[in-house]
């Protein structure tokens, strides 16, 4: 028999559950980095995943959890937790779900997609209705080992695959804190120019592509005057989130589409995060490729 739970089911990710806990007004349980808690989805950032309409079931077998779970819906992502030898025979009876790290760039699932985990041998939490469309809200690329300078490119092939969204030839773009150029090399070959702005050099394969123009200054001595025909504004900067808010609230409006990243030393500071929340039209969300940090965007 299944028995809805009040509250809503959030899945921190793996090393920032404090941050997560920080959000949450109270926790009414918690299954490693699952928690459960009816602080409202629209207060909660630091989630990787969120679990809109739990319900707890008590199961006889293996077979019958599977058919608990495909009674409600095709597809499913199991959360392991405990019992794992027996989540994994449960899975097996489970439509299959790929796993293949997704080409970039990649249309998203169009089915939903729940999630479940054991809590008992004979105790299954399971929501068909999840905020990700990717189990366990973590999206895997085949990565390139070559051009890139770094994996940070992997945050722009995250937040553009969820977006479905990404620059345009017919657009300019602006990023900031570009070295060494992770970025850079993903947004090139997507736009008509971009302008880079930072204290160190890119590398020397993503500085002699053909549209990029490199500034060696300080990112935030720049005006919205200095580049007035920009349509993504984009940053990875190392920086105080309070600076690149001060910053940001001067660009926006001449720039249609941001996304950055707000870098934490320690617990996030909620005031800040509210305050990235309050800006019109945009949104907060922790990437599974990001790590003490949040991705901030607005997109028109």
């Known amino acids: 028999m299944k028995e809805p739970l009040p509250y809503f089911g959030y899945l921190a ?8 806990e920080n959000e949450l007004d109270a926790i009414e349980e918690r299954y490693g980095n699952l928690f459960f ?3 409202p ?5 630091w ?9 707890k079931a008590k199961i006889s077998s293996i077979s019958h959890a599977a058919a608990i779970l495909k009674e409600e819906q095709r597809n499913w992502a199991l959360y392991p937790h405990k019992n794992i030898r027996r989540a994994y025979l449960i899975e097996e009876k489970l439509p299959y779900i790929s796993k293949k790290p997704l080409s970039f760039p990649s249309p998203l699932p169009t089915n939903p997609l729940g999630s479940w ?11 068909p209705k999840c905020s990700s469309l990717f189990p366990n809200g973590e999206l895997h690329f085949i990565e390139s080992k070559i051009g890139p300078p770094s994996r940070a490119y992997l945050k722009l092939y995250e937040i553009f695959t969820i977006l479905q969204k990404m620059p345009q030839k017919t657009e300019s773009c602006l990023e900031l804190g570009a070295s060494p150029g992770s970025w850079t090399w993903v947004i090139s070959p997507l736009c008509k120019e971009i302008f880079c702005l ?24 720049q005006k919205p005057k200095d580049f007035p025909h920009i349509s993504w504004f984009f940053s990875d900067l190392i920086c105080y989130p309070e600076k690149l808010y001060e910053f940001i609230l001067e660009w926006l409006d001449h720039c249609e589409n941001f996304i950055c990243t707000l870098k934490f030393k320690n617990i996030a500071d909620k005031a800040i995060v509210r305050s990235f929340s309050e800006i019109p039209d945009s949104h907060l969300i922790h990437l599974s490729c990001n790590k003490n940090e949040l991705t901030w965007f607005r997109i028109k």
């Open 41 to 45: 989805p629209e207060k909660v950032f």
């Open 198 to 221: 930072d204290r160190a050099l890119l590398a020397p394969n993503i500085s002699s592509l053909e549209n990029v123009h490199f500034f060696k200054k300080d990112a935030f001595s």
């Open 47 to 55: 989630a990787q995943n969120i679990w809109y309409a739990p319900f």
């Open 117 to 127: 985990t054991l809590i008992e041998k004979d105790t299954m939490i399971a929501s």
């Open 37 to 39: 808690s009816s602080t």
């Open 13 to 20: 990710p793996h090393g920032f559950e404090k941050n997560l």
